[in-house]
C-alpha cells in the first residue's frame, strides 16, 4: 500500500514561490506515475502535473506551463512541485497522488490510486 503525506503548504503573498513535497512510503515506484492536483473551493479537482517516475516523462496543465515545476528525488522517495509567481487564484488544496499504471490517463484523477491527505496552499492579493 503506497502512502502519500504532502507538506509545503502555506499563507503567501502574489508573486511568491513556494515548494510542495510529498513523502512517498512503498518498496518500489519504477512503473509508477506521480501526480499533483488541486482543489479550489467550489471547484472541481483539477490536473496540475504529473511525472513518471524514471523521470523521462513529465506532464503540465497547460494553463500552469512555465510558472510550475514537478521533479522528483528517487532516493528520498519525494516528488515536488516547485510553484513561481503564484497567484490569488492558485488558492487551493494540492492533492499528491500515485498511479501504478504507467503515463496515460496523466491527467485523470482515475488513473491514479493513492491519494495524500492534501496541503493547503492560499495566496494573497
Known amino acids: 500500500q503506497v502512502q502519500l503525506v504532502e507538506s509545503g503548504g502555506a499563507l503567501v503573498q502574489a508573486g511568491d514561490s513556494l515548494r510542495l513535497s510529498c513523502a512517498a512510503s512503498v518498496g518500489t515506484f519504477s512503473t509508477y506515475l506521480m501526480g499533483w492536483f488541486r482543489q479550489a473551493p467550489g471547484k472541481e479537482r483539477e490536473f496540475v502535473a504529473a511525472?513518471?517516475?524514471?523521470?523521462?516523462?513529465?506532464f503540465y496543465a497547460d494553463s500552469l506551463k512555465g510558472r510550475f515545476t514537478i521533479s522528483r528525488d528517487i532516493a528520498k522517495k519525494t516528488v515536488y512541485l516547485q510553484m513561481n509567481s503564484l497567484k490569488p487564484e492558485d488558492t487551493a488544496v494540492y492533492y499528491c497522488a500515485a498511479g501504478p499504471n504507467g503515463y496515460r490517463g496523466y491527467s485523470g484523477s482515475s488513473s491514479y490510486t493513492n491519494w495524500g491527505q492534501g496541503t493547503q496552499v492560499t495566496v494573497s492579493s
Open positions: 511525472i513518471t517516475w524514471s523521470g523521462d516523462r513529465i
